[in-house]
């Protein structure tokens, strides 16, 4: 057992490892004035120096969250009504309604960049920011939908029938009961989303036009010309440390909240053990 | 006089299970009324018709003359209890038993006055603004229970509300349950499966098998006069004669022939007649087991037979025997007999294993029951299953049904 | 597949809501559209923009595979088994075989290092876990693009592992080099293999620690006890516990590999090219779209294959389940216990 355990962690931080040297030589990089980074040739701010004066670039990052924000806000919406049908109702309907939010959540991106692409032309609608927020929303509804019925799965149902039962109309149960607490899975689906699109290369590599390149598109026309790249360098290395910050961020939060659940949980333990102590001799204490 | 809540002809099917058929009977203002039956019974489906979480497939419920069957729940004026408190986790003690206030739009002033009397009724005054997961199960089942009856139901459900507690806390709740109900003389329906529950809380009980009320009755009748194998088997322990009414005795009593025992003293409150075949039920601490041969100072209504103990568990305060009378102990009587421990009991020389000992019983202490099914033998406590090859198997099969059962009957939880 | 069966397991639970189903028989016309317009209202707008810009342009791509390819660039009239024809030629049946294996050897990878890292993080301490899964995920937060591009830095005949492994080392007196200069990593299938590990590893490391999360790790103790080898322990009591990971995390490999674009684009050669390429080539820079078009179809087929069987397989077995259930229910006790209830009669006169 002891060996079995040992080799597995071995692997593991050997993984580890595999999955950190890239990055990290990305970002040493950045600072490097050598072009190609093979080895140092010295400390040097000049490639973001060099990022900050183009203004491609912004305008590509500008680009990609209008897209990003647009994307996630109708996706949030019909992917949460997607959901909430789905939980609801157990007909054929939603079964298909599944299926088509599940396959199209495997299915590889290519398929969808190529299938929209062939859709946008035959409709003739012009390629733009427009048929690349269409794009987004479409791949981005699935992964809400997902998200928050993993929440409604783990949902409480006599909850609503509480509600329900003090009076509140189906309406009332929905904004006061049911949507509060579904907002942790929206909000999960949502930020989901957001990184999702931003992040998302190859399905808007298809359907952008001219001037509607967002940030990875631009990327990977900068990395294709093998111009500039200790300028991408210098890119990544920023936005990781953004990602990582938020990430962290997020963490924090979600651990505050847990915490605060733990000592929550910690107290009313504590509370139950003498509660019940007292309340077994009941009749001494109360009367 | 009607009856305050009445269900007349009530039935309800999932599928090819009819969870309750065919169910009448009513429950008076004020009554502390408790379902009783085992999981699976269609207790919890009909306390959810009475809420109005489900809708019956036939029949009637009436609520204060008023026909409630097709009301949604938030217009019927009946308030529940969950078994899993099923409290609002976003929303604070005091928002929580508010909700229902709120909704109806009550002034702020006489919200906040009714919220702090029912704090001051369950004892949470301090707890008002802590959230539901700071607080320990004995108290989300009070905060429950407050904001059901803060809206002033005219019936208030419990649904197992004492089922998810541990036993220290069940007991007290009990007495605090008790309290409330005389304080606030609301018609209280309580649905457990817990008989000393029902017992001990409530004025009626109906206890239900397959979606059938088998009797309606105080506990104390229940207990003493159990009017199937069901309700006997179901509601303490019990044993189970087979026989025919062989004479009657004095207008009142009769006696039984029983095969391989011989001639049983009963009884007879139904007045069945001579040549009948009759069941009874005697419960295991109306039976004595002396080592000598008891002297009969009723008039023969002391049942008097030779048995040997073959089985003894010690339990503190009584010890349950089981005694067999015959040879053969493939083929012979075996009865459980629950013996209390009393001072007296410790001057005379302890019954052990293999004694040949006196099984003696008081004439009124057997009971005719109205309708017996062979299978309720299955839940009596019985020390040794029987050899019967596919017992198991029957065991397995039974098991599987009552849980699909129950899946249908709670459906939702 | 794995969602598939979490969706099942929890079909019971918003119960309310489903309440009234069974009385929409009696509710009468006006009932009935009132009832389902609730439905209606919340299923129609994500199954119309699903319906519009998923199967829509889905059953375009398949139709258009049968349409012939006109010459200025468009698509032209009538139906045709053409590119069929076309895509049969030599020269793509090397690029799909490509595909194939290299999707396969890298999900083969993916599991074969993911089992034991899933094993190390599950018997770590549980406190440790949520931030050992943390630095699993984290890299892959940054851009995919970006993680893609480092390798391609790293390979890179002046990168930093060229660099190392061309240079001459003198070890003990002798001279000696990992690599001939003149050797590239990049461009080559190998480095596309590499790339794709690096990438899809997480997805396969995820869901085989989701299950071994939930392995009984006691019954490798009592493996050993019982005189088995590690090696052994391992492959024949640990793998087959974590079956239901290994299959999501087969499925969360395979299919995106196979569908793999940028990874060969960048670091891969003219002769490391897959499906996803040619894609690419004859629908953007060629305009060939008929043709794109059929090959799209090809890698649809491929792509819908294995979780197909998986949901086959995992249906068929939930059928089975519940028949068993509805069995059992209807044959209730009457049948079975009669002759069980011997209390009276220890068994019976024989």
Not at chain 1, 41 to 63: C, P, R, S, V
Not at chain 2, 107 to 132: C, F, T, W, Y
Request: aromatic share 10%; proline share 5%; glycine share 8%.
């Amino acid at each position: 057992m002891k060996r079995l355990q040992r080799r597995s962690l071995a692997t593991f931080w050997t993984v580890l490892f595999f999955f950190y040297v890239p990055i990290l030589v990305l970002v040493v990089n950045s600072f490097n004035a050598s072009k190609f980074g093979g080895a140092w040739k010295g400390f040097t701010f000049k490639w973001y120096e060099k990022l900050f004066a183009d203004h491609a670039i912004w305008q590509a990052m500008e680009n990609t969250f209008a897209i990003a924000l647009g994307a996630t806000l109708a996706s949030v919406v019909l992917g949460t009504l997607a959901a909430l049908a789905i939980s609801r109702w157990k007909g054929k309907i939603q079964s298909l309604h599944y299926g088509l939010l599940y396959t199209h959540l495997v299915l590889p991106d290519i398929l969808m960049g190529i299938s929209l692409l062939l859709f946008f032309i035959s409709v003739g609608l012009d390629l733009s920011l427009f048929t690349v927020f269409l794009a987004h929303t479409t791949f981005c509804v699935s992964y809400v939908a997902m998200a928050v019925l993993g929440r409604l799965e783990n949902f409480d149902g006599s909850l609503l029938e509480a509600a329900s039962d003090l009076g509140a109309t189906p309406w009332q149960t929905f904004w006061k009961v049911q949507f509060p607490l579904l907002l942790p899975g929206i909000a999960a689906g949502g930020l989901l989303a957001f990184t999702l699109s931003i992040d998302d290369f190859v399905i808007t590599f298809f359907v952008n036009g001219a001037g509607s390149e967002t940030l990875p598109v631009k990327i990977y026309g900068m990395i294709k010309r093998s111009r500039d790249l200790p300028k991408i360098n210098a890119l990544s290395t920023l936005m990781m440390c953004v990602t990582v910050l938020a990430v962290v961020a997020s963490r924090m939060m979600q651990g505050l909240g847990t915490r605060q659940q733990q000592r929550d949980a910690r107290a009313a333990a504590s509370a139950a053990s003498p509660a019940s102590r007292q309340e077994g001799q009941g009749g001494r204490v109360r009367r | 006089m009607a009856d305050f809540l009445q269900f007349q002809g009530v039935t309800k099917r999932f599928g090819p299970l009819t969870a309750v058929n065919h169910v009448t009977f009513g429950v008076q203002k004020g009554e502390f009324f408790s379902l009783l039956g085992p999981s699976g019974c269609g207790k919890t489906t009909l306390l959810r018709m009475l809420a109005g979480f489900d809708r019956p497939d036939e029949g009637k419920i009436l609520l204060d003359g008023k026909d409630i069957t097709g009301l949604p729940p938030d217009k019927r004026q009946v308030n529940t209890v969950f078994q899993n408190y099923a409290l609002f986790p976003h929303l604070s003690i005091r928002d929580n038993i508010a909700f229902g206030l709120r909704l109806r739009r009550l002034p702020r002033a006489e919200i906040d006055e009714r919220v702090d009397e029912m704090l001051g009724l369950v004892q949470l005054r301090g707890h008002a603004s802590k959230k539901p997961t700071q607080l320990s199960g004995g108290q989300k089942q009070r905060v429950a229970i407050a904001r059901a009856l803060v809206l002033k139901p005219q019936v208030l459900l419990l649904d197992e509300p004492l089922a998810a507690l541990d036993l220290k806390l069940r007991q007290h709740m009990q007495i605090e349950l008790d309290e409330i109900h005389d304080r606030v003389g609301i018609t209280f329906v309580y649905v457990t499966h817990d008989q000393g529950e029902a017992m001990g809380l409530a004025d009626r009980i109906a206890v239900m098998r397959n979606g059938v009320v088998e009797q309606i009755d105080p506990p104390a009748r229940i207990y003493e006069s159990p009017r199937t194998s069901f309700v006997a088997a179901f509601i303490g322990d019990t044993n189970f004669f087979e026989g025919t009414v062989s004479r009657i005795v004095d207008h009142d009593y009769c006696d039984v022939d029983v095969e391989d025992l011989g001639t049983v003293r009963c009884w007879n409150d139904k007045h069945i007649r001579a040549g009948a075949k009759v069941y009874l039920s005697v419960r295991p601490e109306k039976l004595h087991l002396t080592h000598e041969r008891p002297v009969d100072l009723h008039d023969g209504k002391v049942n008097v037979f030779p048995v040997t103990v073959y089985q003894k568990v010690y339990q503190g305060a009584w010890t349950r025997f089981w005694v067999r009378h015959g040879e053969n102990a493939d083929d012979c009587w075996e009865l459980s007999v629950l013996q209390v421990h009393s001072r007296y009991l410790l001057d005379t020389t302890p019954i052990s294993w293999d004694d040949k000992v006196w099984l003696s019983w008081h004439a009124d202490d057997g009971y005719m029951l109205e309708n017996y099914d062979e299978r309720d033998e299955t839940l009596l406590n019985h020390p040794t299953e029987p050899a019967v090859p596919d017992a198991p198997a029957a065991t397995v099969a039974e098991n599987a049904a009552s849980a699909a059962q129950e899946v249908l009957d709670g459906s939702g939880r | 597949m794995a969602a598939d069966v979490d969706r099942a397991g929890a079909g019971a639970t918003p119960a309310v809501l489903e309440a009234p189903a069974p009385a929409v028989r009696r509710m009468g016309l006006l009932g009935r559209v009132r009832h389902h317009g609730a439905e209606l209202l919340l299923t129609a707008p994500s199954f119309a923009w699903m319906t519009v810009f998923f199967v829509v342009p889905t059953v375009l791509v398949l139709l258009l595979a049968f349409r012939p390819t006109a010459l200025d660039g468009g698509v032209g009239h009538g139906w045709t088994l053409q590119t069929w024809r076309t895509i049969s030629n030599p020269n793509y049946p090397s690029i799909v075989w490509r595909t194939i294996w290299l999707s396969f050897a890298a999900t083969a990878l993916s599991i074969g290092i993911g089992l034991p890292c899933a094993f190390a993080m599950a018997r770590i301490k549980a406190q440790w876990r949520p931030t050992f899964v943390g630095l699993v995920i984290l890299p892959f937060w940054t851009s995919f693009l970006i993680r893609v591009f480092a390798w391609r830095l790293l390979l890179h005949p002046e990168g930093a592992i060229s660099t190392f492994l061309h240079s001459t080392w003198t070890i003990f007196g002798w001279q000696f080099r990992f690599l001939e200069p003149q050797t590239t990593l990049l461009y080559n299938s190998f480095a596309v293999l590499l790339v794709m590990v690096y990438t899809y590893l997480p997805f396969a490391i995820l869901p085989l620690y989701a299950a071994a999360e939930k392995f009984d790790f006691s019954l490798l103790e009592a493996a050993f006890d019982l005189g088995a080898r590690p090696w052994r322990v391992f492959w024949r009591i640990f793998v087959p516990g974590v079956r239901a990971g290994v299959v999501s995390a087969v499925m969360m490999v395979l299919i995106p590999a196979l569908g793999s674009y940028v990874i060969p684009d960048l670091v891969g050669g003219p002769n490391s090219e897959m499906v996803g390429n040619k894609i690419y080539q004859r629908a953007l820079p060629d305009r060939n779209l008929p043709h794109a078009s059929a090959l799209s179809a090809l890698l649809m087929l491929g792509v819908l294959l294995p979780p197909g069987v998986a949901w086959l397989a995992t249906r068929k077995r939930h059928i089975g389940a519940t028949d068993t259930d509805v069995v059992s229910a209807m044959s209730s006790p009457a049948s079975n216990l009669g002759n069980s209830g011997g209390r009276r009669r220890n068994g019976v006169r024989s």
